[in-house]
């Protein structure tokens, strides 16, 4: 949707412009976004497949909801709206987990937050636009899929998964929020 409003934003996370989201990713303006990690009630993580319109990682598995905040927006208020238009879920209990900063890409830079919270996925009414399926994976199966390689990941959602393990990202932790965790790996 390059017709989106987007606020641009320093270091700092405070706005100091707007522009429309084709123009921001052209020249490469700092911006906000959310991801949310929904997990199921066998501690299973729900992960959508973009959708192969998608401009950015078409077909790849990616977070639950990956949603840019639009000009105006809060966080909170991005993620909700991200549930709603793309898995069809009108209220979710979610929480924060961090705030961080990361390069997405070329062009492509965020300060965003990820949110975690639970979800029964016979709930989901995924927008077939946005999103091509879902699939709920536990972590260990989602680490297996990303060290073989065969199947095709937002590069976003490899960083997320390795820094929800305690390993090695490319996210710059700019903000740790309350540590509860729902997912965790199988024994």
């Given amino acids: 949707m390059s017709n989106e409003l987007l606020d641009i ?7 100091t412009g707007q522009e429309m989201r084709a123009v921001v990713h052209q ?7 959310v991801h949310i990690f929904l997990v199921t009630p066998e501690g299973k993580l729900l992960v959508q497949q973009r959708g192969r319109q998608r401009g950015t990682s078409p077909l790849a598995l990616d977070c639950s909801v990956s949603e840019h905040v639009k000009a105006g927006e809060g966080y ?3 993620a909700a709206r991200g549930l709603a238009e ?6 979710a209990n979610l929480h924060a987990l961090i705030k961080f900063k990361m390069d997405y890409g070329p062009n492509d830079r965020e300060i965003c937050q990820l ?10 009414s995924f927008d077939p636009l946005e999103v091509e399926g ?3 994976y536990s972590l260990d199966d989602l680490e297996m899929l990303i ?3 065969k199947v095709a990941f937002s590069g976003w959602f490899v960083q997320l998964i390795h820094w929800y393990l305690g390993r090695s990202s490319a996210l710059q932790v700019l903000k ?4 509860k965790r729902l997912l965790l790996p199988s024994e």
């Fill in 9 to 15: 934003v320093d270091d700092d996370d405070l706005v």
């Fill in 27 to 33: 020249r490469g303006l700092q911006h906000r976004g």
């Fill in 76 to 78: 909170p208020e991005a």
């Fill in 86 to 91: 793309e898995l069809g879920i009108q209220r």
């Fill in 115 to 124: 949110y975690e919270g639970n979800v029964d996925p016979a709930l989901v």
């Fill in 134 to 136: 879902i699939a709920c």
């Fill in 147 to 149: 060290r073989n390689g």
């Fill in 176 to 179: 740790n929020f309350t540590r």
